[in-house]
Nanobody, 121 residues
Framework: VQLQASGGGLVQPGGSLRLSCAAS????????VAWFRQAPGKEREGVACLDSRDGITYYADSVKGRFTISRDNAKSMVYLQMNDLKPEDTAVYYC???????????????WGQGTLVTVSS
């Protein structure tokens, strides 16, 4: 089981980025997929999660209305579309997978490496 995140970078406040997570070694159709982030000196926090079995999604209050999690079944990809980015969104973003719909990091067994998002003018 492997997850690989990409798409991070430097963006100005108010800008957009789309993060991608490539999954291999397992069938995403049966898993919950999620995005987490960790800012310097802070604990890892859940951003968004999606249950592939029924399409239910959860978002952290801080990103509701700005971020969207989605999947491409055919490509085994998970995406995080981030709009109206703010400096406080600066963090390393991680994708993860498991079987329970949750924004709690300890719930997840499978993790990708992080991708850095920096929001700054």
């Amino acid at each position: 089981v492997q997850l690989q995140a990409s798409g991070g970078g430097l963006v100005q406040p108010g800008g957009s980025l789309r993060l991608s997570c490539a999954a291999s070694g397992f069938n995403l159709d049966y898993y919950v997929v999620a995005w987490f982030r960790q800012a310097p000196g802070k604990e890892r926090e859940g951003v968004a999660c999606l249950d592939s079995r029924d399409g239910i999604t959860y978002y952290a209050d801080s990103v509701k209305g700005r971020f969207t999690i989605s999947r491409d079944n055919a490509k085994s990809m998970v995406y995080l579309q981030m709009n109206d980015l703010k400096p406080e969104d600066t963090a390393v973003y991680y994708c993860a997978a498991d079987w329970t719909l949750s924004l709690v990091p300890s719930t997840y067994k499978y993790w990708g490496q992080g991708t850095l998002v920096t929001v700054s003018s």
